[in-house]
C-alpha cells in the first residue's frame, strides 16, 4: 500500500513536468513561470516551497522531543513572512527578473553585486539543499525499506526531471499540489490525534504492546553498587558528562546471559536502577540493540509516553478537544516521560549510546526552557535572541522564496500571494504543535532520531495514513529541493554566466545552460546528502536562515530605504555576511559538538550567529558606503521605495 | 535600470502610500514580536500561567503571533487596494478630463 501510494504520486509529478516542460522554452519561462501564475496558485506554492523537511519533519520532531522549545522555531519561521509581506514583497517584483541578484542590482548593473549575490545564493541554498537530501535518506528507510543513499539517490533523480524539464513552471505545480497535501492530510492526522485522546499506556491503536520499563532497586556502599534482586550482577560503571554542569551514572548489569545499560538514581529515599535502552557497536564491529545482536526484529523500540494526566494515572478514554488537549498538556500535574541520549566508551572499547528516560511535569514542557537556556547565562540568553533574529529576518532574504516573487503577473499579486502564504504557513505550523506532542505521548518515537516523529505518529493510525503522510514527507522535499536547485542554477546560468561573465546566449541558450546548472547543481545535492547522513535537519535549515539574513537582507533593506547606499556598500555587505555568519558558525559550540568536539572549547560561545553578523552586515554596508559616494550616483540615487 | 522585469509591471501610483503604511505595520509587528523574546527571557516562569480557556501564556502569545500575522496582513491589504482604487479612479479621471 504504501509503496503504491508513493509511486502513483512520483509518477503524477513526473509526468506533470513533461507536459509543462512543452510550454517552457524561453528564459522567462523557464525561470520566472512566464511571470503568469494566479496569485492564489503562488500562494500555495508559496507555503510548498517553505514548508521544507525542517519544518514537517524537524519541528514536529523537535517539539515531540523538547515540547515549546520545538515551537517557537514555528512562530519564528511565521514571524519572518512578516517582514516579506510588509518590506519586501511588492519592492522584489517591481525591481527583479529571475534572480535575488536582479533585485539587488536594479539600480547599478555592478559585476561585484552580481558575483556577491550569486555566490550568497549558491551557499544559501547548499545550505538549505543539505538538510533536505538527509531528510530523503531518512524518509526512504521506514517507507521503502531502501538505504539512506538511496533515497538521496531517488529524490535527486526525480527533482533533477522536474527542474530540467520545465523549470519554475513544474516546480510551482509540484509545490502547489506538496503545499496543499501537506496541511490537508496534517490537519487530517490533528484530528486523529484529538479523538484518540490520552492514554498512559499508549499501544498505537493495538498495533504495539505497550513496553513497561522496569525499575531495580540497588545499595551503593562506599562507592560500589549492588543491584537488591538477586541474578542481577554489575560489570562495569561509568560516569557521563550530559552537559557542561550535569553528570549522570551509567551501570551495565549482567543477567541471564544478556548485558543492559541501566541508568543510576539516587534520591533520598535510596537508589534505583532505572532501565534504558542501548545501542552499541563493539570494538571488533558488531552492533548490538539492547544487549543482543541488531537485526530487523531487534530494533530501538519506540517510545515517548504519559505517565500521568491532570494527576491521574487513568485518564478518561475517549477524544478530546483542541483547546483541553493543550491545556492538559501544559498542566503541572501532568507528567511525561521523555528520552534523552548520552553517548560514551565502555571498557572495552565500545561505542555506546544510551537512550534514558526523564518524567517532565507538563508546566516545563509546554514553556521554553528545556532546549533554549533561558534561565542560563547571559550567552545563554543571548544565543535565544540571535536565533529568534535569525528565524526574523531570514525569511524574506531566502533565495528561492525571493524568486517566486518573479512569478505573478504584478505587485498586487506579489502581495496577496504572500497573505495566502501566511495563512496557509501559520495554520500548518499550528498543526506541527498538536503533531509534535501526539508524538510524545503516542510511544511512537524513534529515541535514535526525532526527525520521524510526523510520519510515525501517522502510522499509529494506519497503513494508509502513514503512505499517504511519508508520500506528501516525500514530496516536501521534492519540492523545496526543486525551488532551491531553480534558485541556484539561476545564479550558475543568469548571474555568473549570462551577467557577470557576459556569455553571448540567445533566449533558449539560456534554457539550455539553466538546465545543466540544474543537473550539476542536482548532482552535487546528491553527493552532500550521502555523506551529510546523520546531521540534523532544523540545525542546518537554521543555519542557512542566519547565512541568508546576514548576506541578504542588510543589502535588501538598505538598498530600498537608504539613499546612500553604493554597489560597493552592497557588495561588501553581503560577502562580509557570508564570511561573517560562516565563521561563527564554524566555531560554535553547536559544531563543535556536531563534530564530536568538546563544545567548551569552542572559541565562540555561542551557536546563533545573527545577533553579530546581521549588524555587522549593515555596518559595512554604512561605512563602506559613505566611503564610496560618487556625486553622480548620490543625485541619482533616490531611496527606490520612499 | 539594468534589467526588466519578468512580467511588464505597470506603474504603481500607490507605491509610496504602500511603503510607508508597511513600514509602520512591520513596526508594530517587530515590537510585539520582540515584546515575546523579552518576556521568555524576563519572566520564563510567567510563560506557564494559564491565561484563556486553560492556555498558558506560552500558547496563548504564540498562537497570538500568528493570528495577529494574519490579520495584520489582511489590514494591509484592504487599506492596499482601497489606494490602488483610489488611484485608478484618479488616473481615470485624469485621462478623461
Given amino acids: 500500500m504504501t509503496i503504491i501510494v508513493f509511486l502513483v504520486f512520483v509518477l503524477f509529478v513526473l509526468w506533470m513536468s513533461f507536459y509543462l516542460a512543452r510550454r517552457t522554452t524561453t528564459a522567462a519561462g523557464y525561470y520566472a513561470a512566464h511571470g503568469q501564475i494566479h496569485w492564489g496558485v503562488n500562494g500555495i506554492a508559496f507555503a510548498g516551497d517553505y514548508l521544507s523537511a525542517a519544518s514537517f519533519l524537524g519541528i514536529c520532531g523537535m517539539i515531540a522531543t523538547v515540547g515549546y522549545d520545538g515551537f517557537l522555531y514555528s512562530i519564528g519561521y511565521l514571524a519572518g513572512w512578516i517582514v516579506a509581506l510588509f518590506v519586501v514583497a511588492e519592492a522584489m517584483k517591481r525591481l527583479g527578473k529571475y534572480t535575488f541578484a536582479d533585485a539587488v542590482d536594479a539600480k547599478y548593473d555592478s559585476r561585484g553585486i552580481k558575483l556577491a549575490a550569486a555566490i550568497s545564493t549558491l551557499i544559501v541554498s547548499v545550505f538549505y539543499l543539505i538538510p533536505q537530501m538527509v531528510g530523503a535518506g531518512v524518509l526512504v528507510e521506514p517507507l521503502l525499506g531502501l538505504q539512506h543513499h538511496w533515497g538521496v539517490l531517488m529524490v535527486g533523480a526525480v527533482v533533477i526531471t522536474i527542474v530540467a524539464t520545465a523549470g519554475m513552471t513544474s516546480t510551482t505545480y509540484v509545490q502547489f499540489l506538496k503545499g496543499l497535501l501537506l496541511i490537508i492530510f496534517s490537519t487530517v492526522l490533528v484530528v486523529a490525534v484529538l479523538m484518540r485522546g490520552f492514554t498512559t499506556r499508549p499501544d498505537q491503536g493495538g498495533r504495539e504492546s505497550f513496553y513497561e520499563y522496569q525499575s531495580l532497586a540497588a545499595e551503593e556502599t562506599g562507592g560500589q553498587l549492588t543491584v537488591s534482586e538477586p541474578g542481577w550482577d554489575v560489570v562495569e560503571t561509568q560516569e557521563v558528562s550530559l552537559t557542561a554542569t550535569a553528570t549522570a551514572t551509567f551501570v551495565k548489569l549482567a543477567h541471564g546471559g544478556a548485558e543492559t545499560w541501566w541508568m543510576v538514581n539516587r534520591t533520598p529515599a535510596g537508589v534505583t536502577l532505572e532501565e534504558t535502552q542501548s545501542s552499541v557497536t563493539t570494538s571488533d564491529g558488531r552492533h548490538l540493540v539492547n544487549g543482543a545482536p541488531a537485526s530487523e526484529d531487534n530494533q530501538l523500540r519506540q517510545v515517548g509516553n504519559l505517565e500521568q494526566v491532570r494527576g491521574q494515572t487513568n485518564p478518561p478514554k475517549g477524544r478530546t478537544g483542541p483547546f483541553a488537549f493543550l491545556s492538559a498538556m501544559a498542566d503541572e500535574d501532568t507528567i511525561v516521560r521523555r528520552w534523552q541520549k548520552a553517548k560514551f566508551t565502555d571498557r572495552n572499547d565500545g561505542a555506546v549510546m544510551v537512550y534514558y528516560s526523564a518524567l517532565t511535569p507538563g508546566n516545563r514542557l509546554m514553556r521554553p526552557g528545556l532546549k533554549f537556556k533561558v534561565e542560563g547565562s547571559p550567552i545563554d540568553k543571548l544565543d535565544f535572541i540571535s536565533l529568534m533574529l535569525a528565524l526574523f529576518c531570514g525569511t524574506a532574504a531566502l533565495p528561492h522564496i525571493l524568486i517566486r516573487y518573479y512569478t505573478v503577473p504584478d505587485q498586487a499579486s506579489a502581495r496577496k500571494s504572500t497573505i495566502v502564504a501566511i495563512a496557509a504557513i501559520g495554520f500548518f505550523y499550528i498543526l506541527t504543535l498538536y503533531m509534535g506532542l501526539g508524538a510524545t505521548i503516542n510511544g511512537v518515537l524513534n529515541p535514535a532520531d526525532n526527525n520521524m516523529a510526523g510520519p510515525l505518529l501517522a502510522r499509529s493510525f494506519g497503513g494508509l495514513l502513514f503512505a499517504i503522510i511519508s508520500a506528501i514527507a516525500f514530496a516536501t522535499i521534492l519540492g523545496t529541493v526543486s525551488g532551491l536547485i531553480v534558485a541556484a542554477s539561476g545564479a550558475v546560468a543568469h548571474d555568473l554566466c549570462d551577467r557577470y561573465l557576459k556569455m553571448k546566449m540567445d533566449d533558449r541558450g539560456k534554457v539550455r545552460i539553466g538546465k545543466i546548472a540544474a543537473v550539476v547543481v542536482g548532482a552535487f545535492a546528491i553527493v552532500l546528502g550521502i555523506l551529510f547522513k546523520g546531521m540534523n535537519v532544523s540545525f542546518l535549515v537554521g543555519l542557512a536562515f542566519a547565512i541568508a539574513a546576514s548576506a541578504n537582507l542588510p543589502a535588501l533593506l538598505m538598498l530600498l530605504f537608504w539613499a546612500k547606499t553604493t554597489a560597493k556598500g552592497i557588495t561588501a555587505s553581503i560577502f562580509v555576511g557570508i564570511v561573517s555568519a560562516l565563521t561563527l558558525i564554524g566555531f560554535s559550540p553547536a559544531v563543535y559538538t556536531q563534530f564530536g568536539l568538546d563544545p567548551a572549547t569552542a572559541p565562540i560561545p555561542f551557536s546563533n550567529p545573527g545577533i553579530i553578523s546581521i549588524p555587522l552586515s549593515f555596518a559595512v554596508l554604512i561605512v563602506v558606503s559613505l566611503l564610496t559616494q560618487e556625486p553622480k550616483r548620490e543625485a541619482d540615487a533616490e531611496p527606490e521605495a520612499a | ?97
Fill in chain 2, 1 to 97: 535600470m539594468s534589467h526588466e522585469p519578468s512580467a511588464v509591471v505597470a506603474e504603481d501610483a500607490a507605491a509610496g502610500y504602500k511603503t510607508r503604511l508597511g513600514v509602520w505595520m512591520f513596526i508594530c509587528y517587530t515590537l510585539f514580536y520582540a515584546g515575546f523574546v523579552a518576556l521568555n527571557l524576563a519572566s520564563p516562569r510567567a510563560m506557564e500561567s494559564k491565561v484563556l480557556a486553560g492556555l498558558n501564556l506560552a500558547t496563548v502569545y504564540g498562537f497570538a503571533l500568528i493570528v495577529v500575522a494574519l490579520i495584520l496582513a489582511l489590514i494591509y491589504d484592504g487599506l492596499c487596494r482601497a489606494r490602488e482604487e483610489a488611484a485608478r479612479v484618479d488616473a481615470a479621471e485624469g485621462d478623461t478630463n
